[in-house]
């Protein structure tokens, strides 16, 4: 088991920046790929990004690609998503997410855990 606490949410203007944090408890959380959604009101959930256990692959939607970078630090169990030049479609309830693997996914199921999320709003 594992639990996820994102933060760093907020509301902000089209073009800045924002640093979202998600802290792991539990199990090692250096077993964990991690992941990062969004849903937007009326929308299905939708993959953002992900990253490998140690850090070293990652991957991205093509609309966030150049825009937004996704890390992680095991010695303080979290993950991060750095999102810079930041668009009103952007605005979603973002949600951190964990998968017990070594292979990464860009599917909300495949990840057996998740937090409670955080609001980002880009006002325009």
């Known amino acids: 088991q594992v639990q996820l606490v994102e933060s760093g949410g907020g509301l902000v203007q089209a073009g800045d920046s924002l640093r979202l944090s998600c802290a792991a408890s539990?199990?090692?959380?250096?077993?964990?790929?991690m992941g990062w959604f969004r849903q937007a009101p009326g929308k299905e959930r939708e993959f953002v990004a992900t990253?490998?256990?140690?850090?070293?692959?990652?991957d991205y939607t093509d609309v966030v690609k150049g825009r937004f970078t996704i890390s992680r630090d095991n010695a303080k169990n979290t993950v991060y998503l750095q999102m810079t030049s930041l668009k009103p479609k952007d605005t979603a309830v973002y949600y951190c997410?964990?998968?017990?693997?070594?292979?990464?996914?860009?599917?909300?199921?495949?990840?057996?855990?998740w937090g409670q999320g955080t609001q980002v709003t880009v006002s325009s």
């Open positions: 539990g199990r090692t959380f250096s077993s964990y790929v």
């Open positions: 990253i490998s256990r140690g850090g070293v692959t990652t």
């Open positions: 997410a964990a998968r017990s693997s070594v292979v990464l996914s860009t599917a909300a199921t495949g990840y057996a855990y």
